[in-house]
């Protein structure tokens, strides 16, 4: 295999190629939709319809009105506006020292809502707690007592974990806090937020199915492309821009990603069609991996539950290797995996997801994800198994 080829791509849950049908039309597109969708000529009102089509498509599969689509740079801006957006349309300076917002949040939650709370953390002295987990890493609903959805300004957590592939309960939670505001009609908080860049690959997806009142959704995780994202939140609720401008009925400034809305839309009609079918073939895959990690790698410690998981996910952590040394290798071997712990300023530090699901600083430091896409064949899993029996 050539050391420095790319041969087999297992990081679909970083980025997954865009579906076949959507690079087409995407081709004939380009030369098409370079109006500004904002013009009131028939160029402008060409690009208009790309992103009215995307946003049709949407509505319609999540059950919502068009209104309560608010497309995005990514899921981090989507993330970012949900998040600070909602938080500042109630915020009140004069209250603030008296009654002091607290936020819940997943331990596990992306890095890009972790940053959005560290900034409302410093500059609003919000108060951030953790939700409790199982021993299984799953959000321990049963334990979460309702008085908490009275201080709690917002309740935030991730579908499906992007790095261990846990699947949360999200809806039973979402009931929880639903049946407590029929009974406290006076207070419309918490407002529970659920990222669903990872879950949407193989799960339904809609406010109601999750029972929330956001979602955040990303293009390049779904068969869209990179560079547009979509926050799906209830007329209800009230949020300030964060950046000012007409666009996305008030709610964010900037011309639209013509291109990326029309692909994100037009992914998720795809990947809602093709469901069934997709999620069955990558179950099938997930098994294997699982059945041939236990036979034949016992040494490797699988994380990714075998139950209530993402079939795409798969995930484990090294016996003694450093996960940025053995993905580097891997990467020379001509495969695209991922570590579970990141570099910042050139200090490797853990992976705060396997922290917060026990694991030691070292083991933090060892974790490796393999993720599926369309494209995934079990004979490049099993050339990648190769490659690590012999290394």
């Not at 002091?100 to 992306?110: A, R, T």
């Not at 690959?201 to 959704?217: A, F, G, P, R």
């Not at 952590?317 to 990467?331: G, H, N, S, T």
């Amino acid at each position: 295999m050539d050391s420095m080829s790319i041969s087999v791509y297992l990081d679909h849950a970083a980025s997954t190629p865009p579906y076949l049908v959507v690079q087409d039309q995407l081709q004939r597109l380009i030369s098409q939709a370079h109006g500004n969708p904002s013009s009131i000529h028939q160029i402008g009102r060409k690009s208009r319809s790309l992103i009215d089509t995307a946003r049709i498509t949407i509505a319609k599969l999540f059950e919502c009105q068009l209104d309560e689509i608010i497309f995005t740079s990514g899921a981090t801006e989507a993330m970012h506006l949900g998040i600070v957006g909602s938080f500042l349309s109630h915020y009140q300076p004069e209250a603030s020292n008296h009654h002091p917002k607290k936020i819940y949040v997943s331990p596990l939650v992306h890095s890009c809502v972790q940053n959005a709370l560290q900034y409302l953390e410093n500059n609003y002295a919000v108060e951030i707690k953790h939700l409790p987990l199982t021993a299984g890493g799953y959000i321990d609903v049963e334990n979460i007592e309702s008085g908490i959805f009275e201080t709690a300004s917002h309740i935030i957590l991730e579908h499906g974990n992007s790095e261990t592939g846990h699947l949360q309960p999200v809806a039973k939670l979402g009931k929880k806090i639903n049946k407590w505001k029929e009974e406290n009609k006076e207070n419309p908080k918490p407002i529970l937020i659920v990222d669903a860049a990872a879950s949407a690959v193989t799960e339904k997806i809609s406010l109601e199915y999750q029972k929330c009142d956001m979602l955040i959704l990303s293009g390049e995780k779904i068969g869209g492309i990179s560079g547009t994202g979509v926050l799906v939140k209830k007329k209800s609720i009230e949020i300030q821009p964060l950046i000012i401008g007409s666009q996305e009925f008030g709610f964010r400034g900037g011309t639209e990603n013509i291109i990326g809305i029309y692909a994100l839309g037009k992914a998720l009609e795809i990947k809602e069609e093709e469901r069934d079918r997709e999620v069955e073939r990558l179950r099938d895959l997930h098994s294997y991996l699982c059945e041939q990690f236990m036979n034949k790698l016992p040494h490797y410690q699988v994380t990714t539950p075998i139950e209530n998981n993402l079939p795409h996910i798969f995930h484990f952590i090294l016996p003694e290797e450093k996960a940025e040394i053995f993905v580097q290798r891997a990467d020379l071997a001509g495969f695209c995996i991922s570590a579970g712990s990141a570099c910042s300023s050139g200090a490797i530090t853990g992976s705060k997801a396997l922290i917060n699901l026990g694991f030691t600083e070292q083991e933090s430091q060892r974790g490796v994800r393999i993720s599926f896409g369309t494209s995934t064949t079990k004979k490049e899993i099993n050339q990648f198994l190769a490659w690590m029996k012999e290394n």
